[in-house]
């Protein structure tokens, strides 16, 4: 059976089971995967994959069940699962599914793998290494072809698929030089057409640098509230945070969200843009079916620094009365300044350098504490020593208002786009 074949059994399946509406994705993903280690190639392998979920509404009362296994046994469990406990829930008059807006279907990439592309990029990284970065040690690599076709349909007429076919690589390693050894970094890198060496792609040699200078990371001592300078992929990470603090569903429904009430309003330095675009051609595969059944659309979140729009999906909507969001906080992207790189690093007399926090979630109101790893200390303008035993502690929502710089140059690393971003006003702590 197709995977639209499931589809239609499950709604039809949960019509009979009394759902008053339902819903349902179906997806199959196909992974072409190459691994190796620092002795080399050790697996090459094609896997299959399947997930399928639904969920029913009886009477305002949801139930929801998934699997991965294509047998109509386990499909039928599911179907039952999905009934029973939507018989077990209280109503909630904010469960629905999408309506009916428009139909389509979306793909991009190839379905199939070239081989020689994953073998070719991954030799290649594999000769860098061993060439430029000898005192590297890999602890793992993957090259992966995924090729992925999701459906979701529903009992109000939607029916969206999309299909998506991508490279991934990423890396693990660590830097050693006899007795001494580094921490541990790793990145990742995803792209439709794999053209380009890896180490000339998202922040590869930029991290493998960097590992190599953290053998001999010198303890940060006292405590000190100073510039920091966050790389691209921790200051995802940090806006991540604040996102999903602030404007997603969970905090905005319970009330907690410091920006509750900021729609339209500054909520950061006016140097911060920040949107979703899944049509941004420097992404490998942008989202265009969002999880509940809407075509997604480039959106604002923030623009020069105020609060354009929340990450909510259809039911945080209706239970919060605020509007849809036309995307979730997928596809990234932060514009970039009119500083450069160089020049925020000149700015900086003492400073961290943050390359990578390690913590726990932050607190509702956004204040956070968390371990700098694989980051270095900034002395009058340059970058210095590796430090280790360090801590970064703020809070979310202070901190995007106290952003002074952001960097012209950007990381693409295919899931987002993303500039070097200078925040003041965070306590750096170590011994």
């Known amino acids: 059976m197709e995977i639209r074949d499931h589809a239609e059994y499950i709604l039809a399946s949960a019509r009979a089971s009394g759902a008053t509406q339902a819903e ?8 072409t995967e190459l691994n190796a280690d620092v002795g080399g190639f050790t697996l090459m392998r094609t896997t299959f994959g399947h997930s399928l979920s639904l969920k029913i509404i009886r009477d305002g009362r949801k139930g929801s069940a998934a699997t991965n296994s294509l047998e109509k046994e386990d499909i039928d469990a599911m179907i039952r699962d999905a009934a029973a406990a939507a018989e077990a829930s209280q109503p909630d008059l904010a469960e629905d599914v999408a309506e009916l807006c428009e139909n389509g279907s979306f793909s991009s990439g190839s379905e199939e793998p070239d081989r020689d592309v994953l073998y070719t990029r991954s030799a290649e990284f594999l000769e860098d290494l061993a060439t430029r970065w000898p ?77 190599v200078a953290q053998l001999e990371p010198v303890v940060f001592s006292g405590k000190a509230i100073c510039p920091v300078i966050a790389t691209p992929a921790c200051a995802e990470s940090l806006l991540c945070d604040a996102l999903a603090n602030f404007a997603s569903d969970v905090p905005l429904i319970d009330g907690t969200s410091v920006w509750k009430d900021k729609l339209g309003e500054a909520v ?5 843009t920040l949107r ?23 959106m604002d979140i923030i623009r020069e620094g105020r609060l354009e729009s929340f990450l909510l999906s259809r039911y945080g909507a209706a239970r919060t009365g605020l509007a849809r969001a036309s995307v979730y906080g997928e596809d990234l992207i932060a514009e970039p300044g009119d500083t450069s790189l160089a020049e925020m690093i ?86």
């Open 346 to 431: 000149a700015g900086v007399e003492d400073g961290l350098l943050l390359c990578r926090v390690s913590g726990g979630e932050p607190a509702p109101n956004g204040d956070f504490s968390a371990v700098a790893k694989n980051s270095f200390r900034i002395r009058h303008g340059r970058i210095a020593e590796a430090v280790s035993e360090t801590m970064v502690s703020g809070n979310l929502a202070e901190m995007l208002k106290n952003i002074t710089a952001i960097s012209r140059e950007t990381l693409e690393n295919g899931d987002s786009v993303m500039p070097w971003i200078r925040f003041d006003g965070l306590t750096v702590s170590g011994k």
């Open 276 to 298: 979703c675009d899944p049509e941004d051609p420097r992404l490998a595969a942008g989202t265009r079916v969002t999880h509940d059944g809407y075509r997604t659309a480039p």
């Open 268 to 272: 950061a330095s006016p140097l911060l």
């Open 135 to 211: 005192k590297i040690s890999l602890d793992s690599f993957t090259a992966v072809h995924i090729h992925s076709h999701r459906l979701y349909r529903n009992t109000r007429g939607v029916d969206l698929s999309s299909s998506a076919g991508v490279y991934a690589f990423s890396a693990m390693f660590y830097a050693k030089d006899g007795e001494k050894t580094s921490s541990f970094a790793s990145t990742d890198f995803v792209t439709a057409t794999a053209n380009r060496r890896l180490i000339e792609c998202g922040d590869f040699a930029e991290l493998l640098d960097q590992c």
């Open 24 to 31: 349902c994705a179906v997806t199959a993903t196909r992974r």
